[in-house]
């Protein structure tokens, strides 16, 4: 069995992803830079907030909560009644981007969870340009 630590050991265990998604949906719930990608999202974020840290739990390497409770996360698929463009991806970034910013962590790690949730957003994408 694999001991070495993971992503999710680096960055605080779950009190540390529960800091970057609590100010990843802050950021998203107060900032003009966000007010599209917010739109998209209940009126209350409290469901989002969940599901976003039950998610990155397991994306990062710690116990696979999400999968546990609502099944394979299928991004894409859960994600297409929503009309995602650019402007949508690049805003959720932007609030991510400033998250993982404010949080303490790995130069290298920060780089890497950066450059991967670029992917993923990018991913999410289901409108033409």
């Keep these: 069995m694999d001991t070495s630590p993971t992503h999710y050991d680096a960055l605080g265990g779950d009190a540390g992803i529960r800091e970057i998604v609590d100010r990843f949906y802050d950021l998203m719930d107060t900032s003009p830079e966000a007010v599209h990608v917010r739109a998209l999202h209940a009126r209350s974020l409290k469901v989002s907030r969940e599901k976003l840290r039950l998610f990155l739990t397991g994306w990062t390497g710690g116990p696979q909560l ?3 409770q609502h ?3 299928m991004l894409r698929q859960r994600h297409f009644p929503f009309a995602i463009g650019a402007v949508e991806r690049d805003e959720w970034l932007w609030c991510m981007t400033r998250a993982l910013d404010e949080k303490a962590m790995d130069t290298d790690l920060r780089a890497y969870l950066t450059q991967r949730l670029n992917a993923l957003a990018d991913h ?3 409108q033409p340009e």
């Design 71 to 73: 099944g394979h996360p």
């Design 124 to 126: 999410m994408r289901n």
């Design 66 to 68: 999400y999968v546990e």
